[in-house]
C-alpha cells in the first residue's frame, strides 16, 4: 500500500476504534442495567428497520457520489450534481420516515413474529420513535462520502462515536427502552450536524429546483443492484432475528452480545481497510488500471488476514472468559450462552472478512451483479443451515449456521474475483505457516498456565506471531511498522 493509503486507513482505523469503543461502551452500560431481557430483545428487533434503511441508504447514496462525483467534478459541475442528490435524498428520505411510522405496527410483526402481542405493541412504539434516525442516516451517508472524497476522515467517522455517546446519556436517565432510543436519536442528530457543518465549508449545499440533468437513470440503474445486495444482507439479519424470536425470551439478545464481540475485529480491521481502498480501486477501475487494482486489493486481503486469523484463534480458543471479562456485572448473568454462541460466531470471523473486501471490490469495478448473487447464495445457505439444525441445537443453530454459510460463500467469491484478481497466495501461505504455529503455542501456554491467564496468554501469542512474521519478511507488516515509526517521529519532531 502507498503511504497515502496506509495513512487513510490509519486515521480510519483510529476513529473507527474509537467510535467503536463509545460504542461498546455503550452496550456494556446496556448489559449492566438491563441484561439479558425482553426489553433489549424488543429495542433490538426495533432497530432492525433504521439499520436495514441505512444500509441501502448508505450503498447508494454514499456508493453512488464516490461513483458519480469525479465524472461531474472533471465537468466543474460537482457542487450542482452535490445540490441535486442534497435535495433528492431529503424529500425522498421525508417521505420514508412518514411511511414507517404509518406501518409500524405491521412491521413490528414481520421482524418479530414470535413476540406476544404486548411485545408487538412496544416494538411499534419503539419503530416509531426510531423512524427519524432513517432520515438522519440517510443525510449522513451522503455526508459522509462527500467527506471520504474530501479525505476528511476524522469528522466522516464521528458518527458512531455521538450515537454511543448519545445511548449511554439516554441510558443515565432513565433505564428504560424509551430513553434508550431517544438518546440513540440525539446521538444521530448531533453527528449529521457536525458533518453538515464540515462539509458546508467546502460546498455550499442547498436545496435546488434544478433537477433535469440529475442522472435518475444511471442512479437507478446503480442503485437497483445495490438495493439487492443490502435487501439481501439485511433480510438475513431479518432471517436469524425471526427464528430468534421463536426462542423464547432473551435468546435475541444473547445472539446480539455475541455478533457485537466478533464483530469488533471486522468493523475495526476490514471496515477500515475497505473503506480507505473503496475510492482508490474505484478510480483504478475507472482508469482501467487493472494491475494497481490488482495490487491494492491483494494487499487488502493480505493485511486483513495477518490480522483476523490470530484474533479468530485467541477467540476460539477464549470465547468464554472474554465475556466473562467484558459483560459479567450489574444485570447480566448469561456468560455461558453468550460465550457458546461467540464461539460458533467465530467460526466465521476470517471468512467474513474476506467476503467483506470482495464485496467492497465487485462494488468498485461495477460488477453489482455478481455481490448480488453471493449475498443470495448466503442468505440460502443460511436458511436452510438453520432449519436442519434449530431443533436440536436451539438458539446456537444461528450462529453456527452462519458461520458455515461465510465459508460456502468465501470459496464461491474465489470462484468469482480470480476472473479479475490474481492474489498474492505467497504471503498468505506465510501467514496461514505462522498462525498454525502461534496456535500449537497457545494450546501449551493454556495447558501450562489453564485459562484464567488468557490476557497473558493471548499477548504473548501475538507477540510470538509477529516474530514469525518478522522472519518471514511479510511485507504489508513491514509496511505497517515502518509507517507507526514515521509517524512517531514525526510526532516527536513537533514536540
Sequence with gaps: MNNSITKSTMIIFVMTLLGYVIGFVSQLVLAHYFGVTQEIDIFISASIIPEFLFGVTNAILFTSFVIYFPEYSKKNDGNTFINQLFTFSFFFLLGLVVLIILLSSYLAEFIAPGFSETQLQMTSNIIKILSCTVFFFGISSLLTGILHHEH?????????????????????????????????????????????????????????????????????????????????????????????????????????????????????????????????????????????????????????????????????????????????????????????????????????????????????????????????LFLISNLILILVLKDSLSFQSIALAYSISNWIVVFASYTVIKQFIKLDKITSYKVLTASGIMAVVLYALVFLFDKNNFLFISIFSLLFYSFLLKIFHVKELEEMIAFVKRQVALGLTAK
Excluded at 438518546?183 to 442528530?189: E, H, P, Q, S, T
Design 152 to 376: 476528511k476522515f476524522i469528522v466522516a467517522k464521528s458518527l458512531r462515536i455521538l450515537i454511543g455517546i448519545g445511548i449511554i446519556i439516554g441510558i443515565l436517565i432513565r433505564s428504560n427502552i424509551i430513553f434508550l432510543s431517544l438518546g440513540m436519536v440525539f446521538g444521530i442528530i448531533l453527528a449529521v450536524g457536525i458533518q453538515f457543518a464540515s462539509v458546508y465549508k467546502i460546498y455550499s449545499i442547498k436545496f435546488t429546483k434544478n433537477l433535469k440533468n440529475f442522472p435518475y437513470k444511471e442512479l437507478f440503474a446503480l442503485s437497483l443492484p445495490l438495493l439487492l445486495t443490502s435487501g439481501l444482507y439485511y433480510a438475513n439479519k431479518w432471517m436469524m432475528n425471526l427464528f430468534a424470536s421463536t426462542l423464547g425470551v432473551g435468546a435475541i439478545t444473547i445472539l446480539n452480545y455475541a455478533f457485537i464481540v466478533v464483530n469488533i475485529p471486522i468493523i475495526l480491521i476490514v471496515n477500515s481497510v475497505s473503506a480507505a481502498i473503496f475510492p482508490t480501486m474505484t478510480k483504478y477501475s475507472a482508469y482501467n488500471n487493472n494491475q494497481d487494482l490488482t495490487n491494492l486489493f491483494s494487499k487488502g486481503i493480505n493485511g486483513v488476514l495477518i490480522l483476523l486469523i490470530p484474533l479468530m484463534i485467541i477467540i476460539l480458543f477464549f470465547s468464554k472468559e472474554i465475556i466473562l471479562l467484558l459483560f459479567e456485572r450489574g444485570q447480566f448473568t448469561a456468560t455461558e450462552q453468550v460465550g457458546t454462541a461467540l464461539f460458533l460466531y467465530t467460526i466465521g470471523l476470517v471468512p467474513l472478512g474476506i467476503f467483506t473486501l470482495v464485496i467492497t471490490l465487485l462494488n468498485s469495478i461495477k460488477k453489482i451483479l455478481l455481490a448480488v448473487i453471493l449475498y443470495t
